[in-house]
């Protein structure tokens, strides 16, 4: 965690549930994050909003934490 305060580490990879953590969403507020990236993001349309509801909460966790760029990614779309 220190790395991440000090610039050191450029990349933090976690699960939209580690999220929820208040320590964890503490410690984020102390770090510069420059740009969200949601791997597999055809699940959110593709399976409902019941496959991980915490997937719903991104736009607020943008906004709590002044990222100012999001990446949504996946090699599984379909082709429609």
């Given at each position: 965690m220190e790395r991440?305060?000090?610039g050191?580490?450029?990349i933090l990879m976690v699960?939209?549930?580690r999220l929820k953590n208040e320590r964890f969403r503490h410690f984020l507020r102390q770090v510069q994050i420059?740009?969200?990236v949601v791997d597999e993001a055809h699940c959110l349309s593709?399976?409902?909003h019941n496959f991980r509801p915490d997937y719903l909460k991104l736009p607020d966790?943008?906004?709590e934490f002044a990222i100012p760029q999001v990446?949504?990614?996946t090699?599984?779309?379909p082709p429609r």
């Amino acid at each position: 965690m220190e790395r991440a305060k000090s610039g050191e580490l450029k990349i933090l990879m976690v699960s939209v549930e580690r999220l929820k953590n208040e320590r964890f969403r503490h410690f984020l507020r102390q770090v510069q994050i420059s740009l969200l990236v949601v791997d597999e993001a055809h699940c959110l349309s593709e399976w409902g909003h019941n496959f991980r509801p915490d997937y719903l909460k991104l736009p607020d966790y943008q906004r709590e934490f002044a990222i100012p760029q999001v990446l949504l990614l996946t090699a599984t779309a379909p082709p429609r």
